[in-house]
């Protein structure tokens, strides 16, 4: 397919605003010249038997284009959501942001799988104050257990007989220890809240599409590089995947920018996915 000089033609016809000089053939035309002598140009090529596009292929340049952005439709609704949360330095807010974009089909909305491949770094700690408490029985040795047997009252009502030297209790609750197996955690929220607030998030790239998944119809997990400010407990920030459908947040992971492959990625191509990432930023992560 022919890309020359028809194609700046069309962009400036189009007042699409594209800096530099349009050229063709070791001529150069400044996009500051006339529509009449950019045609006369034009037509001069195709006088030459030039290769010019043809109907046809803008045709498909636009179907192309099309397609492009409507594979990329889900991910960057998912993105501008995901973002506004991250960047909400209050945290109330961020909880309410995210409930409506998170989901699993276990535990409906306002849930998601939380998985850590990034190593111990306190994601842990990080859910420690809502770790889930449980409800258990105490432990009664025999001789100290309390009576279930009932007296009978003048009245005829029977009362329970109560060990004086240890009162009864229903229940005793106790804090467990919360850890993330392999395959995740399902957390709501204001657990995942309190994640993304203290790993004190700095700088924050676009969203792209997983390298395996790049141009495919059905993908449907993103990914983001960040850093971290002084204070969080992770010193160099990583990488935040996130599985989605339906317009909501199934599954999210910390992991290293080298899993899927993705650091080499970002330094093969810095522009995929409609999302250009600086290179640079992954010196400041890895």
């Given at each position: 397919?022919?890309?020359?000089?028809?194609?700046?033609?069309?962009?400036?016809?189009?007042s699409?605003?594209?800096?530099?000089?349009?050229?063709?053939?070791?001529?150069?035309?400044?996009?500051?010249?006339?529509?009449?002598?950019?045609?006369?140009?034009?037509?001069?090529?195709?006088?030459?038997?030039?290769?010019?596009?043809?109907?046809?292929?803008?045709?498909?340049l636009?179907?192309?284009?099309?397609?492009?952005?409507?594979?990329?439709?889900?991910?960057?609704?998912?993105?501008?959501?995901?973002?506004?949360?991250?960047?909400?330095?209050?945290?109330?807010e961020?909880?309410?942001?995210?409930?409506?974009?998170?989901?699993?089909?276990?535990?409906?909305?306002?849930?998601?799988?939380?998985?850590n491949?990034?190593?111990?770094?306190?994601?842990?700690?990080?859910?420690?104050?809502?770790?889930?408490?449980?409800?258990?029985?105490?432990?009664?040795?025999?001789?100290?257990?309390v009576?279930?047997?009932?007296?009978?009252?003048?009245?005829?009502?029977?009362?329970?007989?109560?060990?004086?030297?240890?009162?009864?209790?229903?229940?005793?609750?106790?804090?467990?220890?919360?850890?993330?197996p392999?395959?995740?955690?399902?957390?709501?929220a204001?657990?995942?809240?309190?994640?993304?607030?203290?790993?004190?998030?700095?700088?924050?790239?676009?969203?792209?599409?997983?390298?395996?998944?790049?141009?495919?119809?059905?993908?449907?997990?993103?990914?983001?590089?960040?850093?971290?400010?002084?204070?969080?407990?992770?010193?160099?920030?990583?990488?935040?995947?996130?599985?989605?459908?339906?317009?909501?947040?199934?599954?999210?992971?910390f992991?290293?920018?080298?899993?899927?492959?993705?650091?080499?990625?970002?330094?093969?191509?810095?522009?995929?996915?409609?999302?250009?990432?600086?290179?640079?930023?992954?010196?400041?992560?890895?």
């Amino acid at each position: 397919m022919a890309l020359h000089f028809d194609y700046a033609l069309r962009l400036r016809s189009n007042s699409v605003k594209t800096p530099g000089l349009y050229g063709y053939a070791g001529v150069v035309v400044h996009r500051s010249a006339s529509l009449a002598s950019m045609y006369s140009f034009y037509a001069v090529l195709k006088a030459m038997g030039l290769a010019v596009n043809t109907d046809s292929d803008w045709n498909q340049l636009g179907d192309a284009s099309s397609k492009k952005e409507q594979l990329l439709m889900p991910l960057k609704s998912i993105e501008r959501q995901l973002l506004a949360v991250l960047k909400n330095p209050n945290k109330a807010e961020m909880e309410s942001q995210l409930f409506p974009l998170l989901n699993t089909a276990s535990k409906g909305d306002g849930t998601v799988l939380l998985q850590n491949r990034l190593g111990q770094f306190g994601l842990e700690k990080l859910l420690q104050t809502d770790a889930a408490v449980q409800t258990v029985k105490p432990a009664v040795a025999p001789d100290k257990a309390v009576s279930q047997a009932t007296s009978t009252t003048s009245n005829g009502n029977d009362k329970p007989v109560q060990d004086k030297d240890k009162p009864i209790t229903d229940a005793q609750s106790t804090v467990t220890a919360l850890t993330i197996p392999g395959a995740g955690l399902i957390v709501d929220a204001h657990q995942l809240t309190q994640v993304l607030a203290g790993l004190m998030m700095n700088d924050i790239s676009c969203a792209r599409i997983i390298p395996e998944q790049s141009g495919k119809l059905a993908a449907n997990t993103g990914i983001i590089l960040f850093t971290t400010k002084d204070g969080s407990p992770r010193p160099k920030g990583g990488t935040m995947e996130f599985e989605f459908s339906a317009g909501k947040i199934n599954r999210i992971a910390f992991q290293s920018p080298t899993y899927r492959d993705f650091e080499q990625d970002v330094q093969d191509n810095p522009d995929a996915s409609g999302c250009r990432i600086d290179p640079a930023l992954l010196t400041r992560v890895c």
